[in-house]
């Protein structure tokens, strides 16, 4: 009896399975980010096994700014907006340049800045989707990867060293908007926390506490960074802030190298992280995990905790515009069922995830944010033995397009590419640097190269079985 009371319990935290259509929504991937862990088998309270790894990874790749048609609000691609991508030196970054009269209004429908014009495609991708289309002869499978050139995908500072290309990418999306005339939002991801991705392997960053990493943080990454973003004050940024590090210290603790020390250091790196990118043309969206991850009641209960919590250290920002989930996984956006033991995660995909948090949020009195879902990985089901498992899963495909207001959902903005599908998750070959267990799992493509690398393989793989199709 007491089970059957807990099960319904579980069921109303998350709904009835969410309203999306199973055949063409799906999870996603990362990139350096380890934000692809899954949950592992629930205690009896509904916590996650320590013994899962928690970690997606795949240290992004940096790239320069070269401009792409990026996606309209609606998804769809507008093929008269593409651009030598090459950057003006004579354009004001601050004031949005440009010959437009009147001037770009890149004010943010509702607040969404993902609404209401186009989404900019990050040309250092490009480039590597280039390196594939030489690879292959046939035209159809050449003709869906120039498709995918026209996709938005987020620009990773996952080291110090990336910071030095933001600022070209940023004038390439600037270049962009001048042409349009029209707004256009750049995506990026703030990810390179001491001691980040305490619970994984692949994706441990370049600081470490015990060697100055809170000092080198803050004045070697976020202070360069803000006066970048401060300077670009002419355009939508939106950023995704550290994939993992908030999940990690709610379902992990005590587990590899989360102590409590990285945990506190978390806790107040992002809080000052959140304080110092608090600009009125910079949209943050927190990393929350997934669906696989804080699904449980008792998990979804100590997340929003955690994230009342740092928001308020940081001064409760009012450009925290929300949450981004699935980053750098593969969980679809909804389904009846998995290859997987549900685990009795009352969760069926990201849709019920985001409807759950948005509840489990607003019980701790942040009921006004917003969601976006990564989905440029979870095109397909049925992929893998548990959901935990977030490796280079073999057979996965492109999920739905990047979009603003795509619905399904509770206040989710939009759905959007946060993980280029390409860079893979983390090295395959076991003795390996960084190499991690679940990287050589059963539903693991072992042949992948170091995180973030380019995986041609797993890019073709990804391509052909696109859902919606490309």
Not at 90 to 112: E, F, K, L, M, R
Request: contains cysteine; glycine residues 12%; aromatic residues 8%.
């Amino acid at each position: 009896m007491a089970t059957s009371v807990a099960v319904i319990l579980a069921l109303a935290a998350c709904g009835d399975g969410g309203g999306g259509d199973n055949t063409t929504a799906g999870g996603t991937g990362g990139n350096t980010s380890g934000s692809g862990v899954g949950a592992g088998n629930p205690t009896s309270s509904g916590n996650v096994d320590p013994t899962t790894s928690s970690g997606n990874v795949d240290p992004t790749t940096t790239s320069t700014g070269n401009v792409d048609p990026t996606t309209t609000s609606t998804g769809t691609v507008d093929p008269t907006t593409t651009s030598t991508g090459t950057v003006d030196p004579t354009t004001s970054a601050a004031s949005g340049g440009g010959n437009c009269s009147p001037a770009v209004d890149i004010a943010a429908p509702s607040g969404n800045p993902f609404a209401g014009g186009h989404l900019f495609v990050d040309p250092g991708y490009v480039k590597k989707v280039d390196s594939s289309i030489a690879q292959v002869t046939d035209t159809a499978l050449k003709a869906k990867m120039e498709k995918v050139k026209q996709i938005q995908t987020a620009f990773w500072l996952d080291r110090i060293e990336a910071i030095k290309e933001l600022p070209a990418y940023l004038d390439a999306a600037l270049k962009l908007q001048n042409e349009l005339c029209e707004p256009v939002t750049a995506l990026i991801v703030i990810y390179d926390l001491p001691n980040r991705d305490c619970f994984a392997e692949a994706s441990n960053g370049e600081l470490h506490l015990d060697q100055n990493g809170t000092q080198r943080y803050r004045e070697e990454y976020i202070a360069p960074i803000k006066q970048i973003l401060a300077a670009h004050s002419g355009q939508r940024i939106a950023a995704v802030i550290e994939p993992d590090s908030l999940p990690n210290i709610a379902t992990n603790l005590g587990g590899k190298r989360c102590d409590e020390t990285t945990a506190q250091s978390y806790r107040d790196n992002v809080a000052h992280t959140l304080k110092e990118l608090n600009m009125p043309h910079v949209y943050q969206y927190i990393d929350a995990a997934h669906s696989g991850w804080l699904g449980w009641p008792d998990n979804q209960k100590k997340g929003a905790q955690i994230f009342a919590e740092v928001i308020k250290a940081a001064g409760s920002p009012a450009n925290v515009r929300g949450f981004a989930t699935n980053v750098a996984n593969y969980t679809q956006l909804s389904y009846s069922s998995e290859s997987y033991d549900q685990q009795d995660n009352p969760c069926f995909g990201e849709f019920d995830y985001v409807d759950a948090m948005a509840s489990a949020l607003a019980a701790e009195g942040l009921g006004d944010k917003h969601f976006i879902i990564d989905t440029s990985r979870n095109g397909v089901g049925n992929i893998r033995e548990d959901w935990g498992y977030w490796c280079n899963n073999i057979g996965a495909g492109m999920g739905e397009r990047p979009r603003a207001n795509p619905g399904g959902a509770t206040n989710l903005d939009a759905f959007v590419w946060v993980k280029p599908p390409g860079d893979s998750d983390g090295v395959g070959q076991e003795g390996q640097p960084r190499y991690d267990l679940f990287c050589g799992k059963e539903n693991a493509d072992t042949r992948a190269p170091q995180a973030g690398q380019w995986f041609h393989d797993y890019f073709v793989e990804c391509v052909k079985n696109a859902k919606p199709a490309l």
